[in-house]
């Protein structure tokens, strides 16, 4: 297995309100293909480990490799392309454009890489969207959309660039029973069938339990056991 | 810049199109403001201008009595050292006449730039008509010099110029004065000067200017007639008028002939100073006025742009969590302010026009500027093209500060909620 992630020795330290450290010398890899959750109880510091991972925090000590490339330190127009390329996010509050209907949205970071011209990339969208089942729902404006709708909206989105790594933050969090169990499906499928890699904070221990690895934190230390 | 970028930018803008339009009808009117007013200012300006230029030379010379006696003879009589106090000064006699006048026409007929030398002789005179005595002016000139100098011919209003010439005792008079006192062409007329000495005269034509002072005051005849009324001779010159072949050169030839000649040599800005600086303060004003409407609508777009930046502040998170950068971020919404301020200025460009167009039509009332009918506006590309150039540059500014500042938001304390 080609390693895609590896972390050595992350420390994180917040300033505000007092200096409190959430992170204390994190050092792990991940594989190409791996589905990971990131489970423990709130405040262990995994959410603040995701948007590290994610390039999008870049206060940190420690080092991040990405594809045994050193991200840490790199300037923020060639992490903001990376992320363009390489990052898919779902978040836990939906985050969508809300001028924009679903199919722009999911449609806007595919723009911005513009690795295919437009008519290409709709037809990629439409079928992303077909794959979150929100097909019919392409033209609406996303602010019309219900929470479960602009959810699947938005992995659709994060999938558009078929980045190598997927990071979710509570990517179940707003959903019912059923489409978290189709979430989980898509998000299976996309390890073991197209080989990416998804990184996932959550608390649904069923969601954390049927992925293939879990990373549990305690006082920002990860858990050994 | 991406398109993509672009196209949000324009999606950002037409999801609130009540807000873009009030932003935009902010630099539309600064703008129409800017360009009425800066047509209407300089258009009067050029009025008064071309008005003034009828009734002053570009350059008059002339002899300029002095003032200044404290240069004494008595100090020749009393060598001694002894204490001399003259008190209260005065000169025996004056003569206001330039006493080589001869030869600096003839010189300044020789010079290239020189397209008009006009003699005059100029006095005060009482006019009597029956029992109405009105204090005025009389210039003594060739008449058809002065007609080249100020194209007196085409201002008649009644009679021509050259009646004067084909009579002895002819006199032109402006037609205001002309009303005062109750005359109509061939009337006569009689003069008296401040010396005591009178003549008679017939009027012979009525010209007016558009300028008070002159019309009210002012009457043309020979030469001669005056050296006659004045007793002088032949050679009694006192002021000399040019018309030079580019008035812009007016101020430096001044000084050269002032130098040349020995005599005050006083170009038209200098003689008409104060209506120059009223020229001035209209220009500050109009600028003033102005840029204070652009700043006020700069201001209008600031505030649009940072209410509208406070609450996209999610969709800049998304954004830059998506791969966007910094500079995408400040082409989206530096574009916006942009094309409120692209838009904004050309519809102001238009109603500028329009504006400028409908007070173009705008009758002046009948005063004694007969000369003009309507208000004076001027439309000149330049100003337009300014107007649009310093629009745009204000709303650049007022864009680019709320830009930086969505540039600047960090997406992880968006994204954490």
Redesign the interface.
């Known amino acids: 297995m080609k390693e895609i992630l590896r972390i050595e020795k992350l420390n994180k330290i917040f300033h505000e309100p007092e200096d409190f450290q959430v992170l204390k010398d994190i050092s792990f890899s991940i594989n190409k293909g791996e589905f990971v959750t990131i489970t423990g109880k709130s405040g262990c510091g995994k ?1 603040t480990l995701l ?1 590290l991972l ?1 390039t ?2 870049t206060e940190y000590d420690g080092k991040i490799f990405i594809n045994d490339t050193l991200i840490t330190g790199s300037s ?2 060639e992490l ?6 390489s ?1 898919g ?1 779902v ?3 939906h ?6 209907t679903a199919l ?1 949205n999911v449609m ?2 595919a ?4 690795k295919y011209n437009e008519k290409e990339i709709k037809d990629r969208a439409y079928e992303k969207l077909k794959q979150m089942g929100m097909e019919t729902f392409a033209e609406k404006l996303s602010s019309k959309l219900s929470g479960g709708q602009q959810q699947r909206v938005a992995i659709a ?1 994060a999938l558009i660039n078929e980045p190598a790594l997927i990071m979710a ?1 509570e990517p179940t969090g707003n959903l019912d029973t059923a489409n978290t169990q189709n979430v989980f499906d898509i998000f299976k499928e996309l390890t073991s069938v197209n080989g990416q890699t998804i990184i996932a904070v959550s608390h649904d221990e069923d969601f954390a339990r049927n992925s293939g690895r879990i990373i549990h934190m305690v006082d920002g230390q990860i858990e050994t056991n | 810049m991406f398109p993509v970028n672009f196209e949000i930018s324009k999606t950002h803008l037409l999801s609130r199109k009540k807000q873009t339009l009030v932003a935009m009808l902010g630099v539309t009117f600064g703008i129409a403001m800017f360009i009425l007013m800066i047509s209407f200012m300089q258009g009067v300006n050029r009025f008064l201008e071309n008005t003034l230029l009828q009734a002053t030379p570009d350059i008059h010379i002339y002899n300029d009595i002095k003032t200044d006696y404290s240069q004494s003879i008595a100090g020749d009589y009393y060598k001694n050292g002894e204490l001399t106090i003259v008190r209260h000064p005065k000169p025996k006699q004056i003569t206001p006449n330039i006493k080589n006048a001869e030869q600096i026409i003839t010189d300044l007929q020789k010079n290239t730039d020189v397209a008009v030398v006009s003699p005059h002789i100029s006095t005060q005179v009482f006019y009597n008509y029956g029992p109405v005595q009105i204090n005025g002016l009389i210039d003594g000139v060739d008449i058809m010099q002065e007609a080249r100098l100020f194209g007196i011919a085409n201002k008649m209003v009644t009679g021509k110029i050259e009646n004067i010439r084909t009579t002895n005792d002819g006199i032109i008079m402006g037609q205001g004065l002309a009303d005062k006192l109750n005359v109509k062409m061939g009337d006569m007329i009689s003069l008296a000067t401040p010396m005591g000495t009178s003549m008679r005269f017939r009027i012979v034509g009525t010209f007016q200017i558009g300028i008070g002072t002159i019309d009210n005051l002012k009457s043309y005849v020979n030469t001669v007639s005056v050296q006659q009324l004045l007793g002088k001779d032949r050679n009694y010159i006192t002021d000399i008028n040019i018309k030079l072949k580019d008035i812009k050169n007016a101020k430096p030839f001044a000084a050269v002939f002032q130098k040349k000649y020995n005599y005050k040599s006083e170009d038209w800005e200098t003689s008409n100073a104060s209506i120059m600086s009223t020229f001035i303060i209209r220009n500050i004003l109009t600028y003033v006025v102005s840029i204070t409407l652009l700043v006020v609508a700069g201001f209008g777009i600031y505030n649009i742009m940072s209410m509208t930046i406070n609450s996209k502040m999610k969709d800049i998170a998304i954004l830059k969590a998506q791969g966007f950068a910094s500079k995408d971020i400040i082409q989206i919404f530096l574009s916006q302010s942009l094309i409120i301020g692209i838009l904004g200025a050309l519809s102001g460009m238009a109603i500028g026009f329009g504006l400028s167009l409908l007070l173009s039509y705008v009758p002046f009332p009948k005063t004694d500027f007969a000369s003009m009918k309507y208000l004076p506006i001027i439309f000149e590309l330049k100003y337009y093209l300014g107007a649009v150039f310093f629009g745009i540059i204000t709303t650049f500014i007022a864009g680019v500060m709320p830009s930086i500042k969505a540039s600047k938001v960090d997406p992880v304390v968006i994204l954490r909620g």
Do not use: H, T, V, W
């Open positions: 959410s948007y994610s999008l925090d923020q127009n903001a392309r990376f992320r363009n390329k990052i996010f978040f836990q509050f985050f969508l454009l809300p001028e924009f722009q806007i970071p723009l911005r890489l513009g989105r933050d």
